[in-house]
């Protein structure tokens, strides 16, 4: 928090995470804060430099300014199996696609790099990859395959007639046996340092807006289907099979991929998961 400003909080503006935030309100809070909303390339600039206080970030941005920042408990976006919102659409086979050309959307560096590791480490690939703007039909006139995530995926799998559609959810689960995690919540450590109290509050609504938004999805998926499109039925099996949890299931799954991160040359150092509690005591996860 900045001298005097309001508490800046960030929030993914893709669909998955709407059930955390979907009761949250930043006016109740008992200090000013507001929310920004952007995609996660944008808030994970945010979080590593400082202008947003706390809030969701890909997990890749979190294991790149982990000594700045504290996960908060219990608070992810994971999938034990396939995730419904990230994609490699492909000509051929995933196999053929792992020596080809890819273009991935320029969004998200998680879903990027579970890419990486799953068709160079998982299948032995040497794809050569492009950064393209998230469409389809433009990514296809180039490459091979292409990836996309969030939204982007949800409606390129709603609009795709012919490609081969492999979700990175699903192949983890079958290369690794774990579940992955594509978003964490986190607080920088100056903020968690400085103002204790009021992370102490952001961290507790948003404990509670996961628990309402959870317990009563209607609400999201009526959202849902009126910004994005289809059908009520399609909105309750994509939020109900995401897991918002962050327990040692998903550490463990996000533990690996930071694993074969680092060991491919994707991260620059080991990654140890530390975590903001409220008696301002760190517990930490090897």
Not at 137 to 145: G, L, T, V
Request: net charge negative; glycine share 10%.
């Amino acid at each position: 928090m900045k001298s005097g400003g309001p508490a800046i909080i960030g929030k993914i503006s893709y669909t998955n995470s709407w059930p955390v935030y979907h009761h949250f309100d930043p006016s109740v809070l008992s200090f000013p804060a507001r929310m920004v909303s952007e995609v996660p390339s944008v808030l994970n600039r945010g979080m590593a430099s400082g202008d947003i206080d706390v809030g969701a970030l890909s997990s890749f941005a979190f294991a790149e300014a982990s000594d700045r920042l504290l996960l908060l408990p219990d608070l992810s976006v994971s999938s034990d199996g396939p995730v419904g919102s990230i994609f490699l659409f492909s000509k051929g086979t995933v196999e053929e696609a792992a020596n080809g050309i890819i273009a991935v959307t320029n969004t998200s560096a998680t879903s990027v790099n579970l890419l990486k590791i799953l068709l160079e480490k998982a299948i032995g690939g040497q794809p050569e990859y492009i950064s393209a703007e998230p469409d389809l039909e433009k990514m296809m006139e180039r490459a091979d395959a292409c990836l996309l995530i969030g939204d982007h995926a949800i409606r390129g799998m709603w609009q795709n007639h012919h490609y081969t559609v492999t979700d990175l959810g699903e192949l983890w689960k079958s290369w690794t046996g774990l579940g992955m995690t594509f978003a964490v919540w986190a607080v920088s450590r100056k903020s968690a340092r400085e103002v204790p109290e009021a992370i102490g509050e952001i961290y507790r609504a948003f404990a509670e807006s996961k628990r309402s938004g959870l317990r009563n999805l209607e609400p999201v998926v009526r959202e849902a289907c009126g910004r994005i499109g289809g059908t009520p039925e399609y909105w309750y099996g994509y939020f109900r099979n995401l897991c918002y949890d962050f327990g040692e299931r998903q550490q463990e799954g996000l533990n690996l991929y930071f694993r074969y991160a680092y060991e491919m040359g994707l991260l620059p150092r080991k990654v140890k998961m530390e975590f903001w509690s409220d008696n301002l005591l760190t517990r930490v996860k090897e």
